[in-house]
Structure formats: C-alpha cells, structure tokens
C-alpha cells in the first residue's frame, strides 16, 4: 500500500481555499449590504434637513413685508419659494 498522507494534506488545503473563498465572498455580500443601507439612511436625512432648512427660509422670506420668490443659495443648495395660492411651495434643489 502507498502512503497517502500528502493527498490528505492536499484535500484540507482544497477545503480551506474553498471556505476562505466563499467566507470572502459572503463578506463582500454584508459589506455591501451595509454601504446601501448608509447611503440611504444618509440621503433620507439630508432629505430632512434640507426640508426643515427650506421651511425655515420660507418662513423668514415670509415675515418680510413684500416676500421675495427669487431663488437663493443657502448650504450651497439652491432653494426657490413659490406662492402657490394663500401658502407657499418650497423647493430645494441639491446634487447628490
């Protein structure tokens, strides 16, 4: 009979490299999972912050005497306010 512990070896470093492999790949899977979930959770606050900002603006353009519907810059976001009837829409333009 042959000896056949270097065939053993040969088949646990298979298995390692194949588990290594696919360990390797599942992280890659959750780490992308978790940058999505980041970028829209941060999208959807920045959504918010940028509409309480706007609502802010609006509300001081319109304790003016005469409101003033130009477009204005403010956290370098354009943000436009247009009567629409007795209130106001606000808009706030931003690239992401």
Same mark, same amino acid.
Request: hydrophobic letters at 45%.
């Given at each position: 009979?042959?000896?056949?512990?270097?065939?053993?070896?040969? $088949?646990?470093?298979?298995?390692?490299?194949?588990?290594? +492999?696919?360990?390797?790949?599942?992280?890659?899977?959750? &780490? =992308?999972?978790? &940058?999505?979930? #980041?970028?829209? %959770? !941060?999208? %959807?606050?920045?959504?918010?912050?940028?509409?309480? !900002?706007?609502?802010?603006?609006? $509300?001081?353009?319109? !304790?003016?005497?005469? @409101?003033?519907?130009? @477009?204005? +810059? &403010?956290? !370098?976001? =354009?943000?436009?306010?247009? @009567?629409?009837?007795?209130? #106001?829409? %606000?808009? %706030? +333009?931003?690239?992401?």
């Amino acid at each position: 009979m042959k000896n056949r512990s270097g065939w053993k070896k040969g $088949a646990i470093l298979l298995q390692t490299l194949v588990m290594s +492999v696919i360990l390797s790949m599942i992280s890659v899977m959750v &780490m =992308q999972w978790i &940058m999505a979930r #980041y970028l829209l %959770v !941060n999208r %959807v606050q920045q959504s918010a912050r940028d509409t309480g !900002n706007a609502q802010g603006f609006a $509300a001081v353009r319109l !304790n003016r005497t005469t @409101p003033d519907t130009r @477009p204005a +810059v &403010m956290d !370098n976001k =354009q943000v436009k306010c247009i @009567p629409a009837g007795t209130k #106001y829409q %606000v808009t %706030v +333009v931003d690239t992401y």
